[in-house]
């Protein structure tokens, strides 16, 4: 069933093995047909974010062949449906999307995803924030969701600057909790102080350490989820009262951590991991549903993303080389 003319073929950035930016191929192909419960979205914006990058270099928790489409998230419309309830529901809408765990991606004109991976945008959502509606959004809420359930009124998170660490900012301020933030350059440290932080750590200063103990002992800190990984780790374990907790949701230095035994021992501290797809599929589908319409309403003011600069398909290699060279400081959007 389609909503509009579909062309029979389209353009799409083919990843043509796990090597990085310089595997991506503009290619012509076929536009593909959606199966039983599966719906065609006409792709509108697909940013490029850090999970992107991990992916191109064959280090994503998403284990694909290639050649394949990259991109994770984006936004939509969906042009055709292959049949079921949901997927006629769904027919004409303006969606958020995420790419299936098997197959092709957003950075194509057209992709067929499961329509249980379409998720309607509110009406105040233009497709440019909706297609930067899953991946933070959803994480900043769930980082609020853990800090709320732990009885935290304070928090550590890293690489601060990032779309996310402005949206935890934001979110933590109205509910109260204190963010120590961490960041790794002085324009950063000024970027957040400027949007209201009151506590920004720059963790290429001498003396980093010391006062990242100190900020963790004066505002009660026991939780800090970590973008960076590596060093940056064994540090905030390092700093957190005894029974304190890291969670590290992104490996952004792309190191190993080596972490003392002591801090387990003897000190009750733990580490674990987040990821957001394993921590959505946890809630029902009501949970689901609540949590969408909360972020969706959100979008707007402290959900919202800036945007730094767009670049059509064709260029899809200059947008990941130049996000790679800047990432603070707004998003790359892949536009088809
Ligand atoms: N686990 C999950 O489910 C999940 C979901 C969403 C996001 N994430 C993670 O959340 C993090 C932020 O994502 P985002 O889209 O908000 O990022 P973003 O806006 O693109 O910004 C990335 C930030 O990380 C900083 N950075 C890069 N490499 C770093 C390093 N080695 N050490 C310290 N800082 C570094 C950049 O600073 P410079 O300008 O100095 O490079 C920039 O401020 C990423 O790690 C992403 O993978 C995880």
Redesign the pocket.
């Known amino acids: 069933m389609a909503a509009h003319p579909i062309p029979e073929e389209m353009t799409a950035v083919v990843l043509q093995e796990y090597a990085g930016a310089q595997a991506l191929q503009v290619v012509r192909r076929p536009v593909p047909t959606p199966g039983p419960q599966e719906v065609l979205i006409r792709v509108a914006a697909s ?5 992107d990058l ?1 992916f191109l270099a064959g280090r994503y928790g998403l284990d694909k062949p290639a050649p394949v489409v990259p991109g994770i998230e984006g936004s939509g419309t969906v042009v055709a449906s292959g049949g079921g309830v949901m997927g006629r529901y769904l027919l004409g809408k303006r969606v958020a999307c995420v790419a299936p765990a098997r197959g092709d991606g957003l950075w194509a004109e057209y992709m067929v995803a499961p329509a249980g991976n379409a998720l309607p945008l509110h009406r105040s959502v233009e497709l440019e924030q909706g297609a ?1 509606s899953l ?2 959004p ?2 900043a809420l ?1 980082f609020m969701e853990i800090a709320r359930a732990g009885g935290h009124t304070a928090i550590v998170n ?10 935890v900012l934001r979110l933590a301020a109205r509910a109260g909790i204190v963010v120590i933030n ?4 002085q ?2 440290v000024e970027l957040l102080t400027r949007q209201g932080a009151a506590v920004v750590l720059n ?1 290429a200063d001498e003396g980093f350490p010391g006062r990242l103990r100190d900020a963790c002992q004066q505002h009660r800190a026991r939780l800090a989820f970590d ?2 990984a ?1 060093t ?1 780790t064994a540090q905030l374990l390092e700093a957190l009262p005894n029974n304190g907790r890291v969670t ?8 190993a951590t080596e972490i003392l035994a002591t801090h387990f021992i003897f000190q009750g501290k733990s580490v674990d ?5 394993p ?1 959505m599929e946890r809630k029902n589908l009501l949970q689901s549903m609540l949590f969408w319409r909360r972020a969706q309403r959100l979008m707007t003011s402290a959900l919202q ?1 800036h945007v730094r600069v767009r670049y059509p398909l064709a260029e899809a290699r200059n947008a990941v080389l130049d ?1 790679q060279r ?6 790359v959007l892949i536009i088809p």
């Open positions: 940013p490029v974010n850090p999970s991990a930067m991946a933070n959803l994480t769930a890293t690489a601060a600057a990032s779309a996310l660490g402005q949206m961490v960041v790794r350059r324009e950063q963790s973008a960076v590596g940056m590290v949701y992104g490996g952004l230095s792309m190191e991991g987040f990821w957001l797809t921590w993303t996000y800047q990432m603070t400081g707004g998003k």
